[in-house]
């Protein structure tokens, strides 16, 4: 009995402070376009992927869209930060960048050129060159899957004129 009654303060608990599940968020038009990402952009995939499972509908042609995310920039890249004194690199550095904006397909601006930029660091060892590969590899994806929920929470506060 006494887990059920622990349960019930935190439940009471987390009920009176406010605490509320994250919900997908509610935009305010019905259709979007992408634009100016590179035709193999794994955020642009994740991002049409995202898109269609919301309410939005997502069009191919801007011109039919009532927004447009535009790819301004779209890069990964990585850089040592710790070597040896052989040239063995110890650590990495891994970043993603995407630069935006969010306009009408008329071009009224509606999100001005904003930059997203993650960053991981990763330690390596040749001697788990596979696994290291894998890891980069989901580093890559939790730094996509971030910057993808940054773009929809964006999206969800855009306000069309008129």
């Known amino acids: 009995m006494p887990t059920r009654r622990a349960v019930l303060l935190v439940m009471l608990a987390l009920a009176g402070c406010g605490f509320e599940l994250r919900r997908e968020p509610e935009f305010h038009f019905h259709s979007v376009a992408l634009a100016g990402f590179k035709a193999d952009s ?3 995939a994740d991002l049409r992927q995202q898109l269609g499972r919301s309410k939005l509908k997502l069009e191919s042609d801007q011109n ?4 447009v995310i ?4 779209d890069t990964r890249d990585k850089t040592v930060v710790v070597s040896t004194s052989a040239g063995q690199v110890r650590e990495w550095q891994l970043r993603l960048r995407m630069d935006y904006l969010l306009r009408t397909p008329s071009g009224e601006l509606l999100l001005p050129r904003t930059e997203l930029t993650m960053t991981r660091e990763m330690n390596y060892t040749e001697s788990q060159a596979l696994a290291k590969e894998q890891e980069e590899a989901q580093l ?5 899957s971030d910057a993808i929920n940054q773009v929809m929470r964006r999206l969800a506060a855009v306000r069309l004129p008129g």
Do not use: D, I
């Open 42 to 44: 794994p955020l642009a």
């Open 140 to 144: 890559y994806r939790a730094m996509q």
């Open 64 to 67: 039919r869209a009532e927004v």
């Open 70 to 73: 535009e790819a301004v920039r």
